[in-house]
Protein backbone atom coordinates (compact mmCIF):
# COMPACT_ATOMS: atom_id res chain seq x y z
CA UNK A 1 0.00 0.00 0.00
CA UNK A 2 1.33 3.42 -0.85
CA UNK A 3 -0.05 6.84 1.05
CA UNK A 4 0.32 10.06 -0.43
CA UNK A 5 0.44 13.08 2.43
CA UNK A 6 -0.41 16.67 1.15
CA UNK A 7 0.70 19.74 3.54
CA UNK A 8 1.33 23.65 3.26
CA UNK A 9 -2.47 24.67 1.57
CA UNK A 10 -3.49 27.81 3.10
CA UNK A 11 -4.99 31.20 2.41
CA UNK A 12 -3.27 33.62 0.33
CA UNK A 13 -3.47 36.91 -1.16
CA UNK A 14 -3.43 37.95 -4.91
CA UNK A 15 0.03 37.60 -6.28
CA UNK A 16 1.28 36.17 -2.81
CA UNK A 17 2.94 32.94 -3.16
CA UNK A 18 2.32 29.04 -1.20
CA UNK A 19 4.46 26.23 -1.41
CA UNK A 20 3.02 22.83 -1.11
CA UNK A 21 4.41 19.61 -0.61
CA UNK A 22 3.63 15.74 -0.90
CA UNK A 23 5.22 12.50 0.76
CA UNK A 24 5.05 9.00 -0.38
CA UNK A 25 5.32 6.09 2.24
CA UNK A 26 4.67 2.28 1.89
CA UNK A 27 6.40 -0.54 0.10
CA UNK A 28 7.13 0.16 -3.72
CA UNK A 29 9.91 -0.53 -6.05
CA UNK A 30 9.77 3.18 -7.64
CA UNK A 31 7.89 6.33 -8.08
CA UNK A 32 7.53 6.90 -12.48
CA UNK A 33 5.79 10.46 -11.62
CA UNK A 34 4.10 12.40 -9.38
CA UNK A 35 2.00 15.25 -10.38
CA UNK A 36 -0.44 17.91 -8.74
CA UNK A 37 -4.18 18.66 -9.59
CA UNK A 38 -7.04 20.93 -8.61
CA UNK A 39 -9.92 21.07 -8.57
CA UNK A 40 -12.47 24.01 -7.84
CA UNK A 41 -15.85 23.82 -6.85
CA UNK A 42 -18.04 23.04 -9.33
CA UNK A 43 -15.51 21.97 -11.73
CA UNK A 44 -13.73 18.92 -12.66
CA UNK A 45 -10.02 17.81 -11.33
CA UNK A 46 -7.51 19.45 -13.23
CA UNK A 47 -3.86 18.42 -14.15
CA UNK A 48 -1.91 21.44 -13.07
CA UNK A 49 1.44 19.99 -13.33
CA UNK A 50 4.00 16.86 -13.35
CA UNK A 51 7.04 15.73 -13.29
CA UNK A 52 8.39 12.46 -14.30
CA UNK A 53 11.33 10.20 -12.56
CA UNK A 54 14.09 11.76 -15.58
CA UNK A 55 13.15 15.24 -14.72
CA UNK A 56 10.50 16.28 -17.56
CA UNK A 57 7.84 18.82 -16.43
CA UNK A 58 4.87 19.47 -18.12
CA UNK A 59 2.66 22.62 -16.96
CA UNK A 60 -1.19 23.55 -17.13
CA UNK A 61 -1.09 26.55 -19.54
CA UNK A 62 -2.97 28.81 -16.88
CA UNK A 63 -0.18 28.31 -14.43
CA UNK A 64 3.38 28.46 -16.97
CA UNK A 65 5.57 30.76 -15.47
CA UNK A 66 3.66 31.15 -11.96
CA UNK A 67 4.21 27.41 -10.44
CA UNK A 68 7.17 25.21 -10.25
CA UNK A 69 6.99 21.40 -9.67
CA UNK A 70 10.27 19.44 -7.90
CA UNK A 71 10.14 15.97 -7.60
CA UNK A 72 12.74 14.56 -5.05
CA UNK A 73 13.65 10.81 -6.35
CA UNK A 74 16.15 9.88 -3.51
CA UNK A 75 12.77 11.39 -0.60
CA UNK A 76 9.78 10.60 -2.67
CA UNK A 77 8.17 13.47 -2.44
CA UNK A 78 6.77 16.47 -4.48
CA UNK A 79 6.28 20.11 -4.15
CA UNK A 80 4.69 22.91 -5.94
CA UNK A 81 5.88 26.41 -5.40
CA UNK A 82 2.79 28.36 -6.31
CA UNK A 83 3.66 32.42 -6.86
CA UNK A 84 1.77 35.35 -8.38
CA UNK A 85 -1.23 33.30 -6.75
CA UNK A 86 -4.76 34.23 -8.47
CA UNK A 87 -8.17 33.76 -7.38
CA UNK A 88 -8.61 32.01 -9.91
CA UNK A 89 -6.08 29.13 -8.51
CA UNK A 90 -8.50 29.17 -5.98
CA UNK A 91 -9.25 24.84 -4.94
CA UNK A 92 -8.82 21.71 -3.55
CA UNK A 93 -5.13 20.52 -4.27
CA UNK A 94 -4.05 16.92 -5.12
CA UNK A 95 -0.77 15.19 -4.63
CA UNK A 96 -0.94 12.10 -7.47
CA UNK A 97 2.08 9.57 -7.53
CA UNK A 98 2.11 6.63 -10.79
CA UNK A 99 3.83 3.80 -8.90
CA UNK A 100 5.30 1.12 -9.87
CA UNK A 101 4.44 -1.64 -6.65
CA UNK A 102 5.97 -4.70 -8.56
CA UNK A 103 3.09 -6.63 -9.27
CA UNK A 104 0.66 -3.46 -9.94
CA UNK A 105 1.60 -0.21 -11.37
CA UNK A 106 -1.16 2.53 -10.43
CA UNK A 107 -2.23 5.76 -9.42
CA UNK A 108 -2.40 6.88 -5.78
CA UNK A 109 -3.47 9.92 -4.47
CA UNK A 110 -3.60 12.37 -1.57
CA UNK A 111 -6.40 13.66 0.67
CA UNK A 112 -6.27 16.90 -0.67
CA UNK A 113 -5.56 20.44 0.89
CA UNK A 114 -7.31 23.38 0.28
CA UNK A 115 -5.73 26.75 -1.36
CA UNK A 116 -7.75 29.83 -1.32
CA UNK A 117 -6.54 32.57 -2.92
CA UNK A 118 -8.50 36.16 -1.95
CA UNK A 119 -8.19 39.50 -0.86
Known amino acids: QVHLVESGGGLALPGGSLTLSCAASGTFNSIRDMAWYRQAPGKQREEVACMTRDGSRTYDDSVKGRFTIYMDNAKNTVSLQMDNLKPDDTAVYYC?????????????WGQGTQVTVSP
Open 96 to 108: KAYVDAGLVITNY
